[in-house]
């Protein structure tokens, strides 16, 4: 598994609500609902990170 680094994200009360929300209807974490949300879009926009040949 890829090393995670810590990131600090700033969104409004409301978006963060929402996903909030989101996470507990899907059983995830919100952090885990957030990094899901993030690698679903780059993987629509095929923009997802290469895959390390030793995963």
Known sequence: MSKK???ALRVN???LQ???KWAA???RSTN???E???MKT???SKRE???NKAE
Do not use: N, R, T
Request: charged share 40%; proline share 8%; net charge negative.
């Open 5 to 7: 680094k810590p990131f």
């Open 42 to 44: 780059l993987k629509e």
């Open 32 to 34: 885990g609902q957030i």
């Open 18 to 20: 929402a996903i909030e």
């Open 49 to 51: 990170p290469k895959k």
């Open 25 to 27: 209807d899907e059983f």
């Open 13 to 15: 009360e409301e978006m």
């Open 36 to 38: 899901w949300m993030l």
